[in-house]
């Protein structure tokens, strides 16, 4: 393969896991980001020439891993460049194969206690998963100016705190875990969105396994993983021949019965921990939209009782919105779009979803042209190209 390809590919699909690797020994993250950018320009300027080495995952190890001790001889005492690469040695002597994964340890060492609140998960999703500040901000409805300089805070704050970039004790790990399981949802949902992200939607799948078996007895951490499992199942009806097919058309013969069924056995071993939380409500709202799967439709009043309490707990302006789009299914889409104008929340105004609703609920209503302008909207805040063709499918019908 192309050694430009072959770079990209890495990049895409383990930058997180080298950065976790290499702060996880240094402490120091923006170090580790700084070395692993120089690695990977390395790797773009030397493996078009040369081709890209056997095992492209080790070699940027390696190459980040100089680029750490180089830095760290110019601005510290020869020893201190020493001791970072002792520690970087340990880690490598039992990776000859493959390179450990330390990223689920590292999400709750970002999850410190005197790290701002609001940071942690952005923190995650930059340092630990790889994101851009860019999709940070998209996945939090905030410009990015601002989750960058949130981020730079966060880093700054560490530095300055002196917090070790390390995974905590196991005793730790409960009061830290909510802010985990929103960035290892926000990776999943990253690439459930984009079907040219998919990687991304499996390493979010796959942490969500890891942390299930590790924090058994944690009932949001099931409900996650039940979540994310009633997702998966209905991937392979969410594109058919290259085609957008919303949910309420999908062809349920196409959903895998296999991860349903692990989806409600997990949702029901949540359950007996009588502690509800958000991801469990989340799972819920997708069970009941798969009783469509076995009896023909899907229990929109449960859907909306459950957007409800979700409401309760956790509230957001997309949980709002997605509120809206249920009391549109059970008490008719002039309540529905009253739901929706009563919202106060901005941000939407650039969310896809929202214009995509709104057209949808003003065609209902009668009220074509003011539809046709939503549907504008919505395709204009739109990136995927066969989203992009049903939402003009359905301007088009108007």
Not at 62 to 85: C, G, N
Not at 168 to 173: A, I, M, Q, T, V
Not at 368 to 385: H, L, M, Q, V
Request: glycine share 6%.
């Amino acid at each position: 393969m192309n050694g430009a390809l072959v770079a990209e590919r890495v990049a895409r699909e383990s930058y997180g896991r080298l950065l976790a690797l290499l702060a996880a020994r240094t402490r120091d993250i923006a170090a580790a980001e700084d070395a692993l950018a120089e690695a990977f320009a390395a790797a773009l300027h030397a493996w078009p020439r040369t081709g890209a080495p056997e095992r492209p995952e080790a070699w940027l190890f390696a190459a980040a891993k100089r680029k750490l001790i180089d830095a760290a001889r110019r601005a510290r005492t020869a020893s201190d460049a020493e001791r970072a690469l002792a520690l970087i040695a340990e880690e490598l002597e039992g990776a000859r194969e493959a390179l450990p994964d330390r990223r689920l340890a590292l999400l709750f060492a970002c999850a410190h206690p005197e790290i701002e609140e609001g940071a942690r998960t952005p923190l995650m999703l930059q340092s630990v998963l790889g994101f851009s500040a860019e999709r940070i901000a998209a996945a939090f409805l905030v410009p990015p100016a601002t989750m960058s300089q949130r981020l730079v805070r966060a880093k700054k704050g560490i530095a300055e705190a002196g917090i070790a970039f390390e995974a905590p004790g196991p005793d730790e790990w409960p009061a830290r875990v909510a802010a985990v399981l929103e960035a290892i949802y926000a990776t999943y949902a990253e690439g459930w969105a984009d079907d040219a992200q998919v990687s991304m939607a499996a390493e979010g799948a796959w942490l969500c396994r890891v942390l299930a078996s590790q924090l058994p007895e944690e009932p949001e951490a099931l409900g996650l993983l039940a979540l994310v499992l009633h997702l998966e199942a209905r991937r392979p009806a969410r594109r058919v021949e290259g085609r957008f097919v919303p949910l309420e058309e999908q062809d349920v013969a196409l959903w895998r019965g296999d991860l349903i069924e692990e989806a409600e056995a997990l949702l029901r071993q949540a359950a007996a921990f009588r502690r509800m939380g958000r991801f469990q409500l989340e799972a819920a709202i997708q069970s009941a939209h798969e009783m469509r799967r076995r009896c023909g439709a899907a229990d929109w009043k449960a859907i909306a009782l459950l957007y409800d309490g979700l409401m309760a707990i956790a509230p957001s302006p997309v949980v709002a919105l997605n509120r809206a789009a249920a009391i549109a299914r059970t008490r008719g889409p002039e309540a529905g779009f009253a739901a929706l104008e009563a919202l106060e929340a901005p941000v939407l105004r650039s969310y896809q979803p929202y214009w995509a609703l709104r057209a949808d609920l003003l065609a209902k209503l009668g009220r074509s042209e003011e539809a046709r302008g939503a549907y504008d909207e919505a395709i204009a805040r739109e990136r995927d190209a066969a989203v992009i063709r049903f939402l003009s499918e359905r301007r088009a019908a108007l």
